[in-house]
């Protein structure tokens, strides 16, 4: 029969209590002279469980927070090997999730049970969502491209009719405002014969005739820093020193000007019509504004623009007839033949003046 000591059943006991609480219990020390008997095996094995329970403790607190990286402890309690397996499996599921996370939605799991055909299904959902996601965005910028191509072409068309600084005014605010202009220079243009010509020739004909002259008129235009207004069957009118101030603005229309005579003369001499251009200059303040609400129409208004008129009038075929103002503004390197004071109506008489470049060759 075993003899107990009352303290050896109560450190045992202790040790129960603490571990049946979730707490950490010391091991029981037992004299070294202890016998060899029952209690001391029994004593044995309970300092083994609680050696074995402390790490299994340390290892659910750790797995609790979150923390998968650790290895988990050694032992040979069952539960410790369940809890080993969930900890394999939690690691698992985490490289699954990290895989989903860099854009591999073809990742299944196939265990947990329950929770797999869970996450297999969100992970087919995200799949799904992400290729209607894919499609709208492929959606969406086809669809931008067509906007922005249909936006460049308004954009181009709105640029031909109307002065840059005015289509980004109508572009921002839908509206702007008429604004008056100092010094500008105007040159007025048609074609003698038209009327003729007009009667003669094929319609679509003399449109591409027409086509062709205006768009090499533009082209000169352009280059010498002057701004085309308008045209009116065969009339051309065209400025310089708005709405952009140049102080060259009398000499950049007038070299303008020359290149138009000189450029017919060339064409004439290769093509089966000869045009001939009558073309008058002056130059004054002006009023430039944006005509109608709906079609809009980019105009000039003014004294300035009716005696650019009478200049064009009273000019003859390929000379360039200049008002005193513009070739009081001209720097040397023209020459300037003086006509008689001309009487011009709504004007009086009028001192007029036909330029030539200084070697008396069309520029």
């Given at each position: 029969m ?72 050694r ?26 996370a ?5 990742q ?8 797999s ?26 669809a ?170 009273h ?49």
């Amino acid at each position: 029969m075993i003899t107990l000591q009352e303290a050896d059943l109560d450190r045992v006991s202790e040790a129960l209590y603490l571990m049946l609480k979730g707490k950490t219990a010391s091991p029981i020390v037992l004299p070294p002279d202890y016998p060899e008997n029952e209690l001391k095996q029994v004593v044995c094995y309970l300092n083994t469980l609680i050696a074995q329970y402390h790490e299994f403790a340390g290892f659910l607190d750790i797995l609790s927070r979150g923390d998968l990286d650790f290895q988990p402890p050694r032992g040979r309690m069952a539960v410790l090997q369940s809890f080993k397996n969930l900890h394999a499996n939690l690691r698992h599921l985490t490289w699954k999730t990290q895989q989903i996370a860099g854009g591999d939605l073809s990742q299944q799991v196939d265990f947990m049970g329950d929770f797999s055909v869970a996450f297999n299904t969100m992970t087919q959902q995200l799949h799904d969502a992400f290729e209607r996601i894919e499609r709208q965005k492929n959606e969406l910028a086809e669809a931008y491209a067509v906007i922005k191509e249909e936006k460049d072409k308004s954009d181009r068309l709105l640029l031909n009719v109307l002065p840059v600084a005015v289509a980004n005014d109508l572009k921002k605010t839908g509206q702007t405002t008429p604004e008056l202009f100092e010094d500008v220079t105007v040159l007025f243009s048609d074609l003698v014969g038209f009327t003729r010509y007009s009667s003669e020739l094929d319609p679509a004909e003399l449109i591409d005739e027409l086509n062709d002259l205006f768009t090499a008129f533009d082209t000169i235009v352009e280059a010498n820093q002057c701004e085309r207004i308008k045209t009116i069957g065969d009339a051309y009118l065209a400025v310089c020193g708005m709405p952009h101030p140049n102080e060259r603005h009398a000499q950049h229309v007038v070299d303008a000007a020359l290149q138009f005579v000189a450029y017919l003369k060339e064409r004439n001499a290769r093509s089966a019509h000869s045009w001939r251009a009558r073309i008058g200059v002056h130059s004054g303040r002006v009023v430039g504004g944006v005509v109608g609400v709906k079609k809009y129409i980019y105009d000039v208004f003014g004294d300035t623009i009716n005696t650019a008129s009478r200049m064009e009038s009273h000019s003859e075929a390929m000379r360039v007839n200049l008002s005193e103002a513009t070739q009081s503004l001209l720097p040397d390197g023209y020459r300037f033949i003086e006509r008689e004071a001309t009487e011009v109506k709504g004007k009086g008489r009028m001192n007029m003046y036909f330029v030539e470049s200084a070697s008396g060759q069309d520029l």
